[in-house]
């Protein structure tokens, strides 16, 4: 099927669990993992064989090339790929312990557990206020004063509040590509969910965007549990905890961020992250 | 000049001759029926009855018979047409299922008007029993009009980005709710657009309704949904086919009247349109 | 609301978009279910054989014929003139607005075709009765008031921006690669419309006239207020003749009662028709789809 991998990849099943890092006791217990997971998208198939965990309130990034599978990764821990015509995984996704496939799963509860920020920041045509209080109203929240606290607590802590306030009734078009993107975060926070997505949050923005989304997910994950995908190894680098490298679907390597960019096992890992191909 | 330069000279010209032949005809017509009719265009014209005089009729009956039809025609199409574009377009899926609507509903499109009308009248009429009513033309109207309003409601919800919907998903909203939510408001010039096609369509529209029964000699407005009636084409129709002289004025005049109601849907809608998406981009 | 009763009424609501979905089935099951009812019992009394070969048709009279082929024939030569004025006229006017027509042109022409497909076909009847009828009789001695010349030249102006804007379509389809291909060897706008594009969208111009013939065979109004209500099995435009659809319409105004042969006519007729029609769209359809990359 693909290249013959490098002979020291260890399979994925025994990466079970955070223990296998070095100092992995540090790391707190997972919040969601997968175990086994492939996925396809019609015959072709997206990913192969991967177990990982996301321990909470830290930040795991997802690292690779493109192609690599890291998004269809991502979407399978909120279940959007359903949308997908064609799309198909096998394997476990957990939630707190329950697998998120199981059957009669509420699919939409799920979402409002593991909430998510996409690659290209997409608000709705609609003014701030609305597009944070959207999933307020969607969640049965009818209370105008309790949506209005919640939408100015969601956009303090996306850390826009300051350069919204007087605003809150324009539309969000009006607002910058950087700003577009917080706001898409306190859009995905207000619901409060306890895992957050993150694909590529900062990639269409500037250095100066980029550092204050890098600054917020800094914060951010003293509350969430944080997922996120990165083709910027310096950004994972600097915003993770853990970094789970993956390439052509396979799950090659995972531990604590230093050890994976100082010191990583694979020497798949290492040509990666010094850049000598992707 | 080259030969080939020449024929390629010569095919520009022809070109734009045959153009505007054809909108010259378009000109022809609006200048004929204006001649013809613009001097039988008054205010006793349009309040007036039809009777066996020329200069004594007027088309009040017919108006009011083609405004109740259009009132209730859309109001049985477009529901039921948005409703299946939303159906097919948000929740149909690629299966087979979805293709054979979509199969069907293209050949339905281009069904005879004819036809619509031999329908009505099977259904309608003899089975239903509605007898030559508003509501048998109707309803035979948005059979008719059917295919139309769903193909451009389709379109319209096509328009509308898949970020939005997965925006939407992903903050835990129902199908339902993204539809009605984002989808539909941001689809609602489009959808507006299909709709006064679809509603013009309608208005123009004489066999299907000769077939159903629609009279030609009505003296009266229509009191309800129940009551027999006529409408714009089918008067002009009526007058075009009595040889004298006086009856041909009036139906050009009908014919100004019945163009200038679409002119007028069709500016609305055009108004509407691009309010709605000035809306959605402000 | 709860998450179960949100969940019930999304079921709920999902249902009742279906119903409208299938609603469209119901149409041509309702259309194919009234045609045959009616049509099986009219071959109860007449004969298929005499009805799809005779040549004289007159259910109305007292001396009941019902010989099909004058109402064909009279629909077929009104499409046939229709045509014969829409296609080259059409095609040569997307030749034209694709190739040629500065965009200035474009935006004035297209909506202005646009606005020649959106007027009532009643309209166009008069127009073909009272102003094109009497003008052609000025060049055409023995024109009667009613023929099949007048309608079909009106029927054809009906039908042009149809073939137009579908050839067009075809004709923008067509890889910009291949006319370019053709400008660097030095062809005109001409050569390279005719000689290369042109043959390269034949499926997709192919099937505007398909569809356009459709639509002409399965118009009424026009052929109904200036063909004529004479059916006729002749090939002479010049003369009164009538259409498989004004023949319904005239029938409808007129008194025949229900469940008579004379009645069921307009049901056999019908068939013909939609089966006819039917046909023709499905060719049109599977000749779009043949283009790669061609727009539906």
New interface residues.
Partial sequence: MGPTLPSRVPSALSLAGPGRAASAAELPPARMDVRGLSAWYGQTRALTDVTLPFSANRVTALIGPSGCGKTTLLRTL?R?ND?V?GARVEGDVRLDGTSIHAPGT?V??L??RV??V?Q?S????RSVFENVA??L????LRDRREIAERVEESLRAAAIWSEVEGRLHD?A?TLSGGQQQRL?IA??LA?QPEVLLMDEPASALDPIATQRIEELIHTLKQTYTIVIVTHNMQQAARVSDVTAFLWMGTLIEYGRTEDVFTTPRERLTEDYVTGRFG | MTSARFADRAFHLLGLTVLVLALGMLGALLVDVARDGLGRVSWSFLTGYPSRRASASGLLPALAGSLWLVGLTALMAVPVGVGAAIGLEEYGGRGRLARLAEVNIANLAGVPSVVYGLLGLGVFVQVLRWDRSLLAGAGTLALLILPIVIITSREALRGVPASVREASLALGATKWQTVWHQVLPMALPGLLTGLILAVSRALGETAPLIVIGALSYVPFVPDGPRSPFTALPIQIYTWVSRPREGFRANAAATILVLLAVLLVINGLAIVARDRAARRRSA | MSRLAQRARERVIEGGLAVCAGLSLVTTAGIVAVLTWETVAFFRDVSPLAFFTGRTWTPLFFNQQFGVLPLVAGTLLVAAIALATAVPAGVISALYLSEYAPPRVRRVAKPALEVLAGIPTVVYGYFALLFVTPWLQQWIPGLTGYNALAAGLVLGVMVLPLVSSLSEDALSAVPPGLREAAFALGATRLQAAVGVVLPAAWSGVSAAVILAMSRAIGETMIVAIAAGQQPRLTASPLVPIETMTAYIVQVSLGDVPAGTTAYRTIFAVGTLLFAGTFVLNLCSDWLRRRVPGAVR
């Fill in positions: 909120n959007l949308i015509p509420d939409v509860a979402r409002r909430g998510m996409f290209k997409n608000p709705f045509p959207y999933g109203r969607v969640n049965g539309s078009l898409c859009r995905a619901i």
